[in-house]
């Protein structure tokens, strides 16, 4: 078989023709399908891409606001449980407060009842010793008693202050009166003057006292000088009794 180069040059400008036409016509559309395909998946994946980003992007702003939700709800849980605990130990100091107040009323209440009672007792044993005072006094009195009472008036009389005695004496010089003697029974002979001479020299009186006799005061004696008044005597002695007994 013999080779025609006609026939090759032809073969050969067809493939040419063909190659041109393949390339114009088919091949080029085919690249730009390609081409934009190609753009399209990478716009998509762009996209994709982006998308990605976003949803990671939210997904730390979620996680953050998380996190941040979390921290308020200790927070306020903290707060919370502070005024809770501020609350409980406010109400606790009033609640102790409200029963020291009570406790103390109660205890001022109490104080008052055991006074009350125990003045009540006083008042009762008072009255009960001045009653008993008084008929063992009443019984017991006598002129023997009477004697030892003006013995302890003598006694007494000795130890009256120089500025008492000055007294009594400048009241006798400036207006001289009677020196009035009572008694609850006569006083015997001896006793007198021995009265008699204690009071003129005690008060500087140049009369004589006037003696006389009174049942009320029991036993005992009663002195009267001018304004000043000196006494031992049962009667007087069972009224300061029952005065302190009534301030009792």
């Known amino acids: 078989m013999e080779l025609s180069w006609s026939t090759f040059i032809l073969e050969i400008i067809n493939?040419?023709?063909?190659?041109?036409?393949?390339k114009h016509f088919f091949y080029r559309p085919v690249l730009d399908v390609i081409t934009r395909r190609r753009r399209e998946v990478e716009k998509t994946m762009t996209d994709a891409k982006a998308l990605e980003e976003q949803a990671e992007q939210l997904k730390q702003q979620y996680e953050g606001r998380v996190a941040e939700w979390k921290e308020e709800r200790q927070q306020a849980r903290d707060a919370l449980s502070r005024e809770l605990e501020t609350e409980r130990t406010r109400r606790l100091k009033v609640l102790q407060q409200e029963l020291e107040q009570t406790r103390a009323r109660a205890q001022a209440t109490e104080e008052s009842r055991l006074a009350v009672a125990t003045r009540a007792i006083e008042a009762s044993a008072l009255e009960q010793g001045a009653r008993f005072a008084t008929r063992i006094l009443e019984q017991a009195a006598g002129p023997e008693l009477e004697s030892r009472l003006i013995d302890l008036f003598l006694d007494?009389?000795?130890?009256?202050?120089?500025?008492?005695l000055e007294g009594l004496r400048r009241q006798q010089a400036s207006e001289p009166t009677r020196i009035s003697v009572i008694t609850a029974y006569p006083v015997p002979e001896q006793l007198r003057t021995s009265l008699t001479q204690s009071l003129m020299a005690v008060s500087g009186a140049d009369q004589p006292p006037d003696f006389e006799t009174n049942p009320d005061l029991i036993a005992g004696i009663e002195v009267t000088l001018g304004a000043w008044k000196l006494a031992a005597n049962v009667r007087d002695e069972l009224k300061g009794f029952r005065g302190f007994e009534h301030h009792v």
Not at 15 to 22: G, I, K, M, P, Q
């Open 156 to 164: 007494q009389l000795s130890q009256l202050p120089d500025e008492k």
């Open 15 to 22: 493939f040419l023709v063909l190659v041109w036409v393949l």
